[in-house]
Nanobody, 120 residues
Framework: QVQLVESGGGLVQSGGSLRLSCAASGSIFSLNSMGWYRQAPGNQRELVARITGSSLTNYADSVKGRFTISRDNVKNTVYLQMNSLKPEDTAVYYC??????????????WGQGTQVTVSS
C-alpha cells in the first residue's frame, strides 16, 4: 500500500507562486513515476505534470514554462513549483503515484487533494 499526503495549496493572487509537496510512504519504489493532476469544478481530472524515476518530465501545454515538477527520492517526495499563476489554474490538485507491477499493468494511488485558488 502507498499513502500520499499533499500540502502547500492555498489562495494566491494572479501572477503569484505556490509550491505543492507530496510525501509518499509505504511500498515506494523510486523508479516508479509520480505526478500532479488537477480537477476544476465541472471538469474532468487532467494531467498537470509527471516525472519518472530517472527525472524525465512532461507537462500539460497550459503550464509549460510556468510550472516545474521535481522529486527527492531520499525523502520520497514530489514537488510542483507553480509560478505566474492564473485564475484558470484554480482547481484541486492531486498527487499520483503509479506502481508498475508488470508489462501494461499497474496501480494508481492518489492523495486527498489540495485546493489551489488564484484570484484575479
Amino acid at each position: 500500500q502507498v499513502q500520499l499526503v499533499e500540502s502547500g495549496g492555498g489562495l494566491v493572487q494572479s501572477g503569484g507562486s505556490l509550491r505543492l509537496s507530496c510525501a509518499a510512504s509505504g511500498s515506494i519504489f523510486s523508479l516508479n513515476s509520480m505526478g500532479w493532476y488537477r480537477q476544476a469544478p465541472g471538469n474532468q481530472r487532467e494531467l498537470v505534470a509527471r516525472i519518472t524515476g530517472s527525472s524525465l518530465t512532461n507537462y500539460a501545454d497550459s503550464v509549460k514554462g510556468r510550472f516545474t515538477i521535481s522529486r527527492d527520492n531520499v525523502k520520497n517526495t514530489v514537488y510542483l513549483q507553480m509560478n505566474s499563476l492564473k485564475p484558470e489554474d484554480t482547481a484541486v490538485y492531486y498527487c499520483n503515484y503509479r506502481e508498475v507491477i508488470g508489462p501494461g499493468r499497474g496501480n494508481d494511488y492518489w492523495g486527498q487533494g489540495t485546493q489551489v485558488t488564484v484570484s484575479s
